[in-house]
């Protein structure tokens, strides 16, 4: 409210949830999206409700605001199950025509960010913390034509009852959300620093590209041991564009060096968000490679449906133990955008990983030793979404 504070103010014209001052310097604008979801799943813990029902899958609000070169970014989700989290809550000031400051739960510069997937159903880089995630912290941008590069540090990482994006946790603070035999898993990010730095080149004539490296450290403490770990992450990325194809990769490799007790295997991590999913383990040290291919068909003359994303996305997780087999996804779908409307189709086939088979397969991200582990499995999702 700050920022209209003083000022004469009038909705706009093309958005009854906009509001511009009259010299549109400021400006507060409410949005959001309301979204129901249906899947079909392979394993027996599949909803036997049918193809008819659409169920709730989350309500999103969001607030954009500025005031001359000060700005605001927030995003709060009502998700199923009762959940609730925030994807992101920041203020920024715009200090020049290329650099700017956010300070607040920005989100963590990474990779292919802040989706790290074409398609609706996220993919392992998300499940790993590498996608969408948030930190209460501060971040500093530089843009212009040719770099894009973001430098950001977070004190601590955001309290499990507000993540949507999932975490290294401890198991106290998990609360209701972990499992018994994670009693001794207590490690969590302390003081983290993480840097993204993008090359774009190209033209009209060859196309939009971008190059980029990242980096993440921090300290990994342990809860039980009061000592401190560390905890790192790289990543080499690109993304292309070209006429109406979009190309994007990503390698990651990251390792987790926890302080545990006498007893508690090293060669796990403890992850978890707001309660949606239970918590689960990963493999402390691992590769993550991505490869996302989209092609965008413009649609005339049949109403709202003005374009139809057609995509696939598949990632690999190969895991520092040779004896614990690797993680697949891969996805096929298509994205109908019919504004205000959208709807996602997509056709996720995987195995060992969680998403993937579920409780069956509740091992994927480590040893891979559930009842389904090693099996390919298929899950069917749409999802439809009105925004405003």
């Known amino acids: 409210m700050m920022l209209i504070a003083g000022s004469s103010f009038a909705q706009a014209k093309d958005d009854p949830l906009e509001w511009k001052s009259n010299d549109g310097t400021q400006s507060l604008k409410v949005g959001g999206v309301l979204r129901f979801n249906h899947r079909y799943e392979q394993w027996k813990a599949s909803d036997k409700r049918g193809f008819g029902k659409l169920d709730f899958d989350i309500f999103r609000l969001d607030l954009k605001g500025k005031s001359g070169d000060a700005y605001l970014n927030a995003s709060y989700l009502v998700q199923d199950q009762e959940k609730t989290s925030i994807e992101k809550a920041y203020v920024g000031y715009h200090l020049d025509q290329h650099n700017s400051i956010d300070a607040g739960f920005v989100y963590k510069p990474f990779a292919i960010y802040p989706y790290p997937q074409n398609g609706w159903t996220y993919h392992i880089p998300f499940f790993l913390g590498y996608g969408n995630n948030a930190a209460p912290g501060i971040n500093w941008n530089y843009t212009n034509p040719d770099w894009d590069v973001k430098l950001g540090y977070y004190p601590e990482m955001l309290q499990t009852n507000l993540r949507y994006s999932p975490e290294v946790a401890t198991y106290d603070d998990l609360s209701a959300n972990h499992l018994p035999f994670q009693k001794s898993y207590q490690n969590e990010k302390k003081n983290q620093f993480n840097t993204r730095i993008v090359r774009k080149f190209g033209n009209d004539e060859i196309g939009k590209h971008e190059i980029g490296l990242s980096g993440a450290v921090a300290q990994l403490h342990n809860k039980l041991t009061d000592k401190n770990g560390s905890y790192y992450a790289a990543s080499v990325h690109t993304n ?75 990632s690999y997780l190969d895991k520092e133990r040779s004896d614990w087999d690797a993680s697949q996804m891969n996805t096929t779908g298509a994205m109908f955008i019919a504004s205000p409307f959208m709807l996602w189709a997509d056709y996720t086939w995987g195995k060992n990983a969680n998403i993937i088979g579920g409780a069956t397969n509740g091992t994927g991200f480590t040893s891979a030793t559930s009842i389904n582990s090693d099996k390919w499995m298929y899950r069917v999702n749409l999802n439809i979404g009105f925004s405003f």
Do not use: C
């Not at 295997?265 to 918590?279: E, Q």
């Not at 291919?293 to 005339?300: F, G, S, V």
């Open 240 to 314: 292309s564009n070209y006429q109406r194809w979009n190309l994007q990769s990503s390698v990651i490799h990251y390792q987790y060096d926890a302080k545990n007790p006498d007893g508690v295997d090293d060669d796990m991590t403890l992850m978890g968000a707001n309660g949606l999913t239970p918590s689960y383990f990963i493999a402390s040290e691992g590769t993550i490679a991505s490869l996302n291919l989209a092609y965008t068909l413009p649609i005339q003359n049949m109403g709202k449906l003005k374009a139809i994303r057609f995509y696939n996305d598949y």
